[in-house]
């Protein structure tokens, strides 16, 4: 044979051909790079990490020959039960009544995603996501081969009828299967869904059968305006306990404590917890423990402590941004003003292309952002851009918008 190994394709399953690189994971490739000022990762600043406190866990656990040989163990795949009675309690905290089995502990809210859509979705089924959505979620869904349907907040002619019609129309016998959201602070809009859209949204789960996947990843950073209940509390207030919801909700540690031990969870009814304990299993067995171990440690000694420094930090930083905006931006350009999470929305006049701002960027300003055509799962959307302000000092974000604004200018 002459064809040598390089030359060889697999035989790929179908999904593959609907997973594709993350915009925003090629693009903190620029981080590495010390003169880019960088709008585009949502990713906390290290500077918050709590180190010491981390590393002191570490030695404490391995200087414990016991509980080192524990730690370094197999685990539950439900995850370390103390971790788990701290998750469930700060739960309880915002308003959902729930136990220790109604969690279990993943490797990062991303995989609690990857792990729903492996649960609920058949090929050609309904997944109905806001207009944009995390781009994260829409990457975990796409192996899973959904269709999308924008779900309409608001004023709206649609009907639950509408919906589920419109689902079987586009594939025989597909049926609507779940609404994802991210109601405070959405990745990337910024936006928060009022507690009558989250009301609304529940009615329609209710109305279609299906399942609310509420994707938690920011509420905690609320750094002004009214709390807003989270909509599992909403829904399991009905029963009084969270095995009476149909809401799932994805929660990490990433933004408040760090993303480096990658330790999420997600709470809901026990059916759906033991469901996807199986998929937990069949995956990875279960998430390390030596990092749970370490993340209950920190949870209980300086969780609150890290959320009001982290609030502090980005509010200040938010801002500054939007001050910086309100002077350099031309007349056109808007913008979001959330009132928490790490993200501002941007939307320039029709006919900007947001990837070739970018290139421009990058090559002419070293400014880095996230083009926002990639959180619509329609593709539309080359007019927005998303702008993260939790790695940018002060200083580089007066510069940052200032160049944006000369490029938007021409």
């Known amino acids: 044979m002459n064809e040598t190994v390089t030359d060889w394709e697999p035989a790929y399953a179908r999904r593959a051909a609907r997973m594709s690189s993350s ?61 788990r009675e701290w998750i469930s309690s700060y739960m309880t905290r915002l308003g959902a009544n729930c136990d220790p089995d109604n969690i279990v502990v993943t490797s990062g809210s991303q995989q609690a995603l990857d792990f729903l859509a492996r649960l609920l979705v058949s090929p050609g089924d309904t997944a109905l996501v806001d207009w944009p959505t995390y781009l994260g979620a829409l990457q975990a869904f796409n192996a899973y081969e959904p269709r999308y349907d924008r779900i309409e907040f608001g004023a709206t002619n649609r009907t639950p009828e509408s919906y589920a019609e419109a689902a079987s129309e586009a594939t ?41 996947i509420e994707d938690g990843a920011y509420a905690a950073l609320r750094y002004d305006g009214t709390p807003v209940p989270p909509v599992i509390a909403m829904d399991a207030a009905r029963t009084g306990h ?59 000694s300086v969780f609150d402590r890290q959320v009001t420094a982290s609030i502090a930090c980005y509010r200040e930083r938010r801002d500054r941004m939007r001050a910086a905006l309100e002077r350099h931006m031309p007349e056109g350009v808007t913008w979001t003003s959330p ?9 320039l006049p029709e006919g900007f292309d947001g990837a070739e701002l970018l290139a421009r960027a990058v090559a002419e300003e070293k400014l880095a952002f996230v083009p926002g055509r990639a959180f619509f799962a329609d593709g539309t959307g080359a007019n927005t851009l998303r702008l993260s302000f939790s790695l940018a000092n002060p200083e580089q974000i007066e510069t940052g918008i200032a160049a944006l604004a000369r490029l938007i200018r021409g």
Not at 253 to 281: E, Y
Not at 282 to 293: E, G, K
């Open 23 to 83: 915009e925003i994971r090629e693009l903190l490739k620029l981080l590495d790079q010390p003169d880019i000022i960088s709008f585009a990762g949502g990713i906390p600043d290290p500077a918050l990490f709590p180190r010491e406190e981390a590393g002191n866990a570490y030695q404490t656990i391995m200087g414990d020959p016991t509980r080192a040989n524990a730690a370094l163990q197999y685990s539950t795949s439900e995850g370390y039960l103390p971790l």
């Open 242 to 300: 969270v095995d009476g919801a149909r809401t799932i909700y994805c929660g990490t540690f990433s933004k408040t404590l760090t993303p480096g031990l990658r330790v999420g969870w997600i709470c809901a009814a026990r059916p759906i917890v033991k469901r996807l304990v199986l998929v937990k299993q069949a995956s990875d067995l279960n998430s390390p423990l030596l990092n749970q171990v370490v993340m209950h440690q920190l949870a209980e």
């Open 339 to 347: 009132e928490g999470g790490i993200f501002l929305w941007l939307t």
């Open 172 to 212: 025989a016998g597909g049926r609507v299967k779940f609404a994802y959201v991210v109601p405070d602070f959405a990745n990337p809009t910024g936006r928060t869904l009022s507690v009558a859209e989250r009301e609304s949204l529940l009615a329609l789960a209710g109305e279609l059968d299906i399942p609310v």
